[in-house]
């Protein structure tokens, strides 16, 4: 079959017109507030494939009428088209910032890491915090929120290849890591003690209610807020600063800038920022 998106002339799998990939992109804002650039048609083409192939239909013409009369299958299609791109200690500046930031206010209690993916930036908080007070037992609650329902359950697992920790020191490895055996060797898993701390929960930044606890003392949305357009950007900013306590910090991704929400937060350091104004 021969697609209409990207070139024409190339041979697809499945047909892909340009309707299909504007009927994908509104979809995915309605459900998600994300707002896809015109130059992800290939990318859509390429992770939905697999649910055509999965559900054996023939265009995706037929898979979006199969996304509209069966609500089970809005899960895959987020799970699909949304970006999990981590590391443990990803942007590692942040750390050693948070960890400051808890040894001058020692009555925090609770860190939001609002897009967990598989679990390394959660478990990067949670290595922090445990080094921070020399123990697995601490008073801060850490909860991790991811819209996919695939990448929590890898987070909740706490497995991974092991080569994802070359970049942790020895220390942090034994302490932190078990190493598999037998049918499991060549992956680690995080120790009980530290999977523990973290609590996983389902939640999508655009819908109504947020089944989260505040006040919150330090949130992480890291590289996350670019996946929307302004608009959508401010409402979530404000909604998540109403919640912060007011001497907390909100820690953001090295492509995101809030110069335009100088209501909401102001620019403390390198992409951390702390809340303007609060309801909590």
Same mark, same amino acid.
């Given at each position: 079959?021969?697609?209409?998106?990207?070139?024409?002339?190339?041979?697809? !799998?499945?047909?892909?017109?340009?309707?299909?990939?504007?009927?994908?992109?509104?979809?995915?804002?309605?459900? /998600?507030?994300?707002?896809?650039?015109?130059?992800?048609?290939?990318?859509?083409?390429?992770?939905?494939?697999?649910?055509?192939?999965?559900?054996?239909?023939?265009?995706?013409?037929?898979?979006?009428?199969?996304?509209?009369?069966?609500?089970? @299958?809005?899960?895959?299609?987020?799970?699909?088209?949304?970006?999990?791109?981590?590391?443990?200690?990803? @942007?590692?500046?942040?750390?050693?910032?948070?960890?400051?930031?808890?040894?001058?206010?020692?009555?925090?209690?609770?860190?939001?890491?609002?897009?967990?993916?598989?679990? !390394? !930036?959660?478990?990067?908080?949670? $290595?922090?915090?445990?080094? $921070?007070?020399?123990?697995?037992?601490?008073?801060?609650?850490? =909860?991790?929120?991811?819209?996919?329902?695939?990448?929590?359950?890898?987070?909740?697992?706490?497995?991974?290849?092991? @080569?994802? =920790?070359?970049?942790?020191?020895?220390?942090?490895?034994?302490?932190?890591?078990?190493?598999?055996?037998?049918?499991?060797?060549?992956?680690?898993?995080?120790?009980? @003690?530290?999977?523990? $701390?973290?609590?996983?929960?389902?939640?999508?930044?655009?819908?109504?209610?947020?089944?989260?606890?505040?006040? =919150?003392?330090?949130?992480?949305?890291?590289?996350? $807020?670019?996946?929307?357009?302004?608009?959508?950007?401010?409402?979530?900013?404000?909604?998540?600063?109403?919640?912060?306590?007011?001497?907390?910090?909100?820690?953001?991704?090295?492509?995101?800038?809030?110069?335009?929400? !100088?209501?909401?937060?102001?620019?403390?350091?390198? /992409?951390?920022?702390?809340?303007?104004?609060?309801?909590?």
């Amino acid at each position: 079959m021969v697609s209409n998106i990207g070139g024409g002339a190339a041979k697809q !799998e499945f047909a892909f017109s340009q309707s299909d990939f504007q009927q994908v992109k509104g979809i995915l804002y309605k459900k /998600t507030g994300i707002q896809l650039a015109d130059s992800k048609d290939s990318m859509v083409y390429s992770r939905l494939a697999r649910r055509l192939r999965a559900l054996k239909l023939p265009h995706f013409a037929a898979y979006l009428q199969y996304l509209a009369t069966h609500e089970n @299958e809005e899960q895959h299609f987020i799970n699909a088209l949304t970006t999990n791109l981590t590391s443990f200690f990803r @942007e590692s500046h942040h750390f050693p910032v948070l960890k400051r930031y808890l040894q001058e206010m020692p009555n925090s209690r609770r860190i939001w890491c609002a897009a967990s993916s598989t679990g !390394e !930036e959660p478990y990067s908080i949670a $290595m922090t915090v445990a080094e $921070m007070y020399g123990r697995f037992d601490v008073p801060i609650e850490i =909860i991790a929120s991811d819209i996919d329902s695939k990448v929590l359950q890898t987070a909740r697992d706490g497995i991974y290849p092991i @080569e994802r =920790i070359e970049g942790l020191s020895l220390e942090q490895k034994k302490r932190f890591f078990q190493k598999g055996t037998g049918s499991n060797a060549g992956k680690v898993r995080v120790v009980p @003690e530290l999977a523990k $701390m973290v609590s996983f929960t389902q939640l999508n930044l655009t819908a109504k209610e947020w089944q989260i606890s505040s006040p =919150i003392d330090v949130i992480f949305c890291r590289n996350v $807020m670019i996946y929307f357009d302004k608009e959508t950007q401010i409402r979530i900013l404000e909604r998540m600063v109403s919640m912060m306590s007011k001497k907390g910090i909100y820690v953001a991704g090295h492509s995101e800038n809030f110069a335009a929400a !100088e209501h909401v937060v102001k620019l403390l350091g390198k /992409t951390v920022y702390k809340p303007v104004k609060r309801s909590v």
